[in-house]
């Protein structure tokens, strides 16, 4: 019924904007036949001046309506009319129509973009636009006015994309007019040159020169001008230390705090490394070492005590790599204590105050624990806290069926505990496709874990029978007994109780630090990196990113340096594994994106078969027609190393093609990238090509 109310207008609207697509065709060919070009201005120049000359007012009110008419229906010239501006009118008056009459034009162009194209686009690149809208929605304007700044774009298309966007109007048309006025002044000051010209006069007089260099400044001139208003306006009721202790100070020691402090001193600068608990954070405390050290144990038929000793070695060999001793040699000047910001460039350490040009914020995630009835008072544990447990749960209820929540779920259903997987949603592994999450199920129901999706938690109970979590499912109540309960719903990141809040570091909606592309924050001096500010909660890009938070907390604005997330892999280390890089079909689809899916049992591989391990499968997603990866999904054994080949591929633009010429050795699971990679190659072979090489080979035959 929806569909047949807003058929009509949708057609409607499509209709004119065809009509205003004809309408602009129209124009521009009329304005073939009287070119409007520099040569005919000048030609044409004299008898214009003395028109105006006659009739001033008419002649600067028909000069602006032009001009928001060309500028409305985005035909060529504007830039022409611009520069006739200053011939005709001269640099005062001529910047004055052309700034009012070039704003209100891109206005109404951006209303009519609103109109006509903005339901059909949303409809069409959904996801696009809603991270557009997010952007807009943190820093429109400013965003807009550096666009204008450095016309990358041509403003034609910033008006119609505007339009496409939540941006308000208001807003837009202020933009518009502070963004364009430099270039406008520059292109105005040009025409102005021309009315000193005779008819054969040089055209590159010195006036023009001069415009045409500022103008060609402007793209390198305009970031530096935009990144000192925004300085400007942050470090209001601050005072910048004339001198610094050190070029670098970092809050946090997990893996984007110790790499973003190697990096630092690996060139040189004086860097101090604050960490208010363990060194190595949590992926070497309390999360993946003792994670995978768990998995890996109750994989090879270890007991709980066993798992425990194993996890507390892993941990303990690891230890040395990330220690303070390690870092100080390293030339780390390495603080054990609780950090807290002071001002932009000063941070408080154990009663000392240090100053700094930069800071990097690398404060990481803690487990997220929902307002739970009851919750607080029974016996639960978070990923944090589960390796205190020193006997097995009977009975362990795990609240979350993502990654961790499916980890754990299986590693103590092999070391004994009869496990219930509680997941709110209708699947595991949220994220990943239909298939990946029945493999999970799969896997987990043969290991002995209860599943229950569709279930959301209510709250926790405790009578005299112990302690147990009531569910909804359907509308009615599930009582789920439980000796342990492991919540396993989330994480969030830690961004209170060291100076944000006072400071005025700006957060975005889902809680984490707002920051740029290169990661800097609202402040200019002070970057974010790893789980504290995403927009991935994994160590492996926690480092990656931390070492670009360094380069650019020394070295900007001098250079910049920006982290790309082309080719993201993330594992999940169930048995089977499970790895993915880039899109999978689900995200392609909400995308609209036109792709192809390859898909390949380890049932065909040698190896597997060779080893009766051939559960699992690959799923490659290419782009329609070409052999370019979106994205590679992985279920099986050793699936993160076979993921690495797929994700050096995307990082790099090498398409399947490329990953089939490489030689693979026999017999690995590797061969696996080497056949899914023919069998997209054999899925695109032409039959006509086909037929022409057989009657080729015929033809050889005599």
Not at 398 to 425: D, K, N
Not at 485 to 513: D, F, N, Q
Not at 598 to 606: I, K, M, N, P
């Amino acid at each position: 019924m929806s569909t047949t109310t807003h058929r009509p207008a949708s057609l409607a609207r499509l209709f004119l904007f065809g009509a205003l697509i004809v309408l602009v065709i129209a124009i521009a060919a009329h304005l073939g036949g009287h070119t409007l070009t520099l040569e005919a201005l000048q030609q044409h120049a004299a008898s214009l001046r003395r028109t105006i000359a006659t009739h001033p007012i008419i002649s600067a009110a028909v000069y602006f309506a032009l001009y928001i008419a060309a500028t409305a229906l985005s035909v060529p010239g504007a830039i022409i009319l611009t520069i006739g501006a200053g011939a005709l009118f001269g640099v005062i008056e001529g910047s004055i129509l052309v700034s009012f009459a070039s704003s209100i034009g891109a206005s109404l162009a951006f209303l009519t973009a609103r109109f006509l194209l903005r339901d059909m686009a949303l409809g069409r690149f959904p996801g696009l636009f809603a991270r557009i809208d997010q952007g807009i929605a943190r820093d429109g304007a400013l965003y807009l006015i550096s666009l204008r700044l450095a016309p990358v774009v041509p403003f034609v298309a910033v008006n119609l994309l505007a339009g496409l966007t939540k941006l308000s109007l208001r807003r837009f048309y202020l933009a518009s007019q502070i963004g364009m006025l430099p270039a406008t002044l520059i292109y105005v000051n040009a025409g102005a040159g021309l009315a000193t010209l005779g008819r054969h006069g040089a055209i590159l007089t010195p006036r023009l020169i001069i415009g045409l260099l500022l103008l060609a400044a402007l793209p390198m001139i305009a970031p530096r001008l935009r990144d000192l208003f925004i300085a400007r306006r942050a470090y209001a009721g601050f005072t910048r230390p004339k001198h610094f202790d050190r070029n670098l100070i970092v809050i946090g020691a997990g893996a984007a705090g110790l790499v973003s402090a190697y990096v630092a001193s690996a060139v040189r600068a004086k860097v101090t490394l604050i960490e208010a608990a363990r060194m190595g954070g949590d992926c070497l405390n309390t999360g993946c070492v003792p994670s995978k050290a768990l998995l890996h144990a109750a994989r090879h038929g270890a007991d709980f005590s066993a798992a425990r000793a194993a996890v507390h070695a892993a941990i303990t060999g690891i230890a040395p790599h990330d220690s303070v001793a390690r870092y100080q040699s390293l030339g780390v000047d390495v603080r054990i204590g609780h950090a807290m910001i002071e001002t932009p460039w000063s941070v408080t350490i154990n009663g000392e105050t240090l100053t700094t040009r930069a800071i990097v914020i690398a404060a990481g995630a803690e487990p997220f624990v929902p307002a739970l009835p009851g919750l607080a008072d029974s016996p639960f544990a978070t990923s944090e806290t589960l390796w205190d447990i020193e006997a097995l749960p009977a009975r362990l209820v795990i609240l979350g069926g993502g990654p961790i929540g499916c980890e754990m779920a299986q590693a103590f259903a092999r070391l004994g505990s009869h496990v219930t997987l509680v997941e709110m949603a209708d699947r595991l592994m949220l994220r990943e496709d239909d298939a990946v999450s029945a493999a999970m199920v799969t896997r987990l129901t043969r290991d002995g874990v209860t599943i229950r999706t569709a279930h959301r938690a209510i709250a926790v109970q405790h009578d005299a029978d112990g302690y147990s979590l009531r569910a909804e499912h359907d509308g009615a109540a599930t009582i789920i007994p439980f000796d342990r309960l492991l919540v396993a719903i989330g994480r969030k990141p830690r961004v209170t109780g060291y100076g944000l809040e006072a400071l005025g570091v700006k957060l975005a909606k889902s809680g984490i630090i707002e920051t740029g592309e290169t990661l800097q924050t609202s402040f200019p001096n002070i970057f974010a990196c790893g789980d504290v500010s995403g927009p991935y909660q994994l160590t492996h890009v926690a480092g990656f990113q931390g070492g670009f938070a360094a380069l650019n907390a020394l070295f900007a604005p001098l250079w910049r340096f920006k982290p790309s997330y082309r080719a993201v892999p993330a594992v999940t280390y169930t048995s089977p594994e499970i790895a993915r890089v880039g899109l999978n079909e689900r995200e392609a689809k909400a995308q609209n994106l036109a792709y192809e899916l390859t898909h390949y049992d380890f049932a065909e591989l040698d190896r597997a078969i060779a080893e009766g391990d051939t559960e699992g499968f690959i799923t490659v997603l290419t782009r329609k027609g070409s052999d370019q990866i979106l994205g590679a999904t992985i279920v099986g054994t050793q699936a993160g190393e076979l993921l690495s080949s797929f994700t050096l591929a995307m990082q790099n633009k090498l398409g399947l093609k490329k990953l089939m010429s490489a030689i693979y050795p026999y017999p690995t699971r590797s061969e696996a990238i080497r056949a899914i990679a023919g069998q997209w190659r054999q899925n695109h072979t032409s039959p006509r090509s086909l037929a022409i090489l057989e009657r080729f080979h015929r033809w050889r035959r005599g």
